[in-house]
């Protein structure tokens, strides 16, 4: 019986460490996204269409013009969709859920799921809502903010360190 209960603790624990992040991919799947909607409905199963739509999305990398619209972020993206384009039109055009052909992608390139969008604290708020908010969140979350920021924690070692340093560089920006 003993036997069978730690077996339960010990599936049951491993379950729970390989919770989803939620921000996995997440700047791959939102450029999957915004390429999926420059491409006509009857071309989405084309794949020169596909590449044509990546070519569109970013720009022209070739010649060092990337699409003036995109952030850093997605801009990152596309340097790495740019020469795998046909490797992304494949599974693209069967119509495969975005978050998967990144999945795909990222075993030949685990760079593609690392990229993620700056962390957004809505800094209008008042200073007991804004400690509030940033109390509840993780200390790799806080680095990201900072990191944002351009701003270096040196010394820091504790959660209420990071959240010292955010709320004195709270007049700095976090879009990049």
């Known amino acids: 019986m003993r036997r069978i209960l730690a077996l ?3 599936a049951a ?3 729970g460490a ?8 997440e700047v791959c799947i939102a450029n ?3 390429i999926d909607a420059l491409i006509d409905k009857d071309e989405k199963t084309s794949k020169q269409s ?3 739509g990546i070519t569109k999305h970013c720009g022209d990398l070739q010649n060092e013009a990337p699409n003036p619209n995109l952030n850093s972020r997605d801009r990152k993206m596309c340097y790495y969709f740019e020469p795998i384009r046909a490797a992304i039109a494949q599974p693209f055009s069967t119509r495969m859920p975005k978050d998967r052909v990144c999945k795909r992608l990222k075993k030949d390139n685990a760079e593609i799921c690392e990229v993620k969008y700056p962390v ?3 800094e209008n708020i008042s200073p007991e809502e804004f400690l509030a908010k940033l109390k509840k969140m993780r200390v790799k979350e806080l680095k ?3 990191n944002d920021r351009g701003v270096k924690c040196e010394g820091c070692l ?4 990071f959240i010292k340093r955010i709320v004195e560089t709270k007049h700095m920006s976090t879009d990049l």
């Open 8 to 10: 339960l603790a010990l």
């Open 13 to 15: 624990s491993a379950h």
């Open 18 to 25: 390989a919770k989803k992040d939620p921000k996995e991919c």
């Open 32 to 34: 999957l996204e915004a």
């Open 50 to 52: 596909i590449m044509e």
């Open 120 to 122: 957004q604290v809505d």
């Open 144 to 146: 990201g903010i900072l």
């Open 158 to 161: 504790e959660k209420d360190d």
